[in-house]
């Protein structure tokens, strides 16, 4: 098994620039969520969903976008990239009951200039 | 909603010392408690965890207790070694079995040989 498996690892883009950082499980996870981690500030939650089709927001919910089709993907969009946004993105799954172990992709280093 | 405060922020210790992290949370609905260490340019990957029926729990060298009263929960590391150095990540997961995890800032461990 692949785990969760985040693409692209590094990104750079102009602000205003929209872009998708994909994700995806093949553990048949119900839970999946987005996360983006500066210094000092730990992993903020930015959308999370339980299944495919229900999606909600997280802390930090502002200039993203997020659909879950199927239970695999759950891409996160940026939809006018702002130099705030330069972080590290990590996608994580987990497996759908309440209190179980979140599972954590490579992360994506997206600088926005 | 829930939050969750971490301390210290850095942590410096001789091998062989024991080291202590602490976080309390602000939402007495949460029911569990998972730490993730991050080695540099890593993923976060879970270490332990405790839920909210249980006050203490080992693995080993980590340990967590947890005070439902004050909702305070804490790490304790013995014996350091050098390999412990990373950073470590407090959670918190709030009632409704969504498993929506908010962490802690981090705090980031440095074991001297």
């Known amino acids: 098994n692949a785990g969760v498996t985040q693409t692209p690892k590094f990104q750079v883009l102009k602000t205003g620039q929209s872009m998708t950082l994909q994700c995806a499980q093949d553990?048949?996870?119900?839970?999946m969520s987005w996360y983006r981690q500066d210094p000092g500030m730990g992993l903020r939650l930015i959308h999370y969903?339980?299944?495919?089709?229900?999606?909600d927001q997280g802390e930090v919910p502002n200039g993203y976008n997020v659909s879950r089709s199927t239970t695999e993907d759950f891409p996160l969009r940026l939809l006018s990239a702002a130099p705030s946004q330069t972080s590290v993105y990590f996608c994580?799954?987990?497996?759908?009951?309440?209190?179980?172990?979140?599972?954590f992709g490579q992360g994506t280093r997206l600088t926005v200039v | 909603g829930e939050n969750v405060e971490q301390h210290p922020s850095t942590l410096s210790v001789q091998e062989g010392d024991s080291a202590v992290i602490k976080c309390t949370y602000s939402?007495?609905?949460?029911?569990?408690f998972p730490w993730y260490k991050q080695e540099l340019g890593k993923r976060p990957q879970l270490i332990i965890d405790?839920?909210?029926?249980?006050g203490e729990k080992k693995d080993q060298r980590i340990a967590v207790t947890l005070n439902k009263t004050a909702k305070h929960f804490s790490l304790h590391i013995t014996e350091t070694q050098p390999e412990d150095s990373a950073v470590y990540f407090c959670a918190a997961s709030i009632m409704g079995g969504y498993n929506k995890l908010i962490f802690g800032a981090g705090t980031r461990l440095a074991v001297h040989p």
């Open positions: 969903s339980v299944g495919a089709g229900i999606t």
């Open positions: 939402d007495s609905a949460s029911n569990y």
């Open positions: 405790i839920r909210s029926n249980v």
């Open positions: 553990m048949n996870h119900e839970y």
């Open positions: 994580a799954s987990s497996l759908g009951q309440a209190n179980t172990e979140a599972f």
